[in-house]
């Protein structure tokens, strides 16, 4: 039997469904998928009810290291991280795991969308597995944080610790996120053990 079969097919398309509603880019669906760019296109126009963007990925790790785009990127990499650790197997379905765990901790910011997209993410990922960026430890939280492949160990600060002066606006909402975000950066069992099973994706 040749060909791919239509268990595969509709696999592929509930995975590129799943994808796009969550913002992801055509680029994105052409290399996690074997679906036609023609068909990603149809898809993409009925769930979003706009063409898909144009215009290359953004591939540049300066946006990841930036204060606040730091702190989400690196509790979405927890989340893929621990996923991982404790049996899944590294890809585009424990990506979309971690990634809505990651949702689930940001939700108390109540912004309209999520600070770190779904695409950027999945760049993300694809960062570390090539040795560009990296999982570096805070030197006063001792949280796991998003820094460039071969920071020198022990001089990394996070910007929850050594907030920009920029980051003040709101004192008390802000110290609140803060805490927040630490109980997730700095504690590698905050995450349920079951909780990657619990998940659908």
Same mark, same amino acid.
Request: aromatic fraction near 10%.
């Given at each position: 039997?040749?060909?791919?079969?239509?268990?595969?097919?509709?696999?592929?398309?509930?995975?590129?469904?799943?994808?796009?509603?969550?913002?992801?880019?055509?680029?994105?669906?052409?290399?996690?998928?074997?679906?036609?760019?023609?068909?990603?296109?149809?898809?993409?126009?009925?769930?979003?009810?706009?063409?898909?963007?144009?215009?290359?990925?953004?591939?540049?790790?300066?946006?990841?290291?930036?204060?606040?785009?730091?702190?989400?990127?690196?509790?979405?990499?927890?989340?893929?991280?621990?996923?991982?650790?404790?049996?899944?197997?590294?890809?585009? &379905?424990?990506?979309?795991? =971690?990634?809505?765990?990651?949702?689930? /901790?940001?939700?108390?910011?109540? *912004?309209?969308?999520? +600070? @770190?997209?779904?695409?950027?993410?999945?760049?993300?990922?694809?960062?570390?597995?090539?040795?560009?960026?990296?999982?570096?430890?805070?030197?006063?939280?001792?949280?796991?944080?998003?820094?460039?492949?071969?920071?020198?160990?022990?001089?990394?600060?996070?910007?929850?610790? &050594?907030?920009?002066?920029? =980051?003040?606006?709101?004192?008390?909402? /802000?110290?609140?996120?803060?805490? *927040?975000?630490?109980? +997730? @950066?700095?504690?590698?069992?905050?995450?349920?053990?079951?909780?990657?099973?619990?998940?659908?994706?």
């Amino acid at each position: 039997m040749t060909g791919t079969s239509i268990i595969q097919k509709y696999q592929e398309t509930e995975l590129a469904i799943k994808l796009i509603s969550l913002g992801g880019r055509i680029q994105m669906l052409e290399s996690e998928t074997n679906l036609s760019r023609n068909k990603l296109i149809k898809l993409y126009k009925e769930i979003q009810g706009c063409p898909p963007p144009k215009g290359l990925l953004p591939f540049s790790t300066s946006w990841f290291m930036t204060w606040e785009p730091n702190i989400h990127a690196s509790i979405f990499y927890n989340a893929y991280a621990f996923l991982v650790k404790h049996g899944l197997k590294s890809g585009i &379905q424990t990506i979309l795991k =971690a990634y809505q765990l990651y949702l689930e /901790q940001c939700q108390f910011l109540n *912004k309209d969308e999520p +600070v @770190l997209g779904l695409t950027r993410a999945w760049i993300l990922v694809k960062f570390v597995e090539k040795n560009i960026m990296q999982q570096s430890c805070c030197t006063a939280c001792q949280g796991l944080f998003i820094t460039h492949a071969y920071h020198p160990e022990n001089t990394f600060t996070c910007s929850l610790c &050594q907030p920009p002066s920029r =980051a003040d606006k709101n004192k008390k909402t /802000q110290k609140e996120n803060n805490e *927040k975000c630490l109980k +997730v @950066l700095s504690k590698p069992s905050y995450f349920n053990s079951s909780i990657a099973k619990q998940i659908p994706a």
